[in-house]
């Protein structure tokens, strides 16, 4: 997922997107665990979003804070 389409999520969307990432994590995990055949650039693919997606909702979180003050 590219970083422009992330932020054209409004933060709704945004939280649901990274609760399904995490999901998909998780079952990928489970599945290498359990010896099913997972191809290891999956992990770091899904890692990567996961961390986009909170790297813009702290700069959300951070504009509003700062317009507070």
């Given at each position: ?13 945004l939280e649901?997107?990274?609760?399904k990432l995490?999901k998909e ?9 359990s010896?099913?055949?997972?191809k290891?650039n ?21 504009l509003?804070e700062d317009?507070?003050?």
């Amino acid at each position: 997922m590219k970083t422009n389409e992330i932020r054209d999520m409004d933060d709704v969307k945004l939280e649901n997107e990274l609760l399904k990432l995490r999901k998909e994590q998780f079952d990928l995990r489970v599945q290498s665990a359990s010896g099913q055949g997972v191809k290891p650039n999956l992990f770091g693919k899904i890692r990567k979003d996961i961390a986009r997606i909170k790297t813009i909702q702290s700069e959300r979180k951070n504009l509003l804070e700062d317009k507070k003050d």
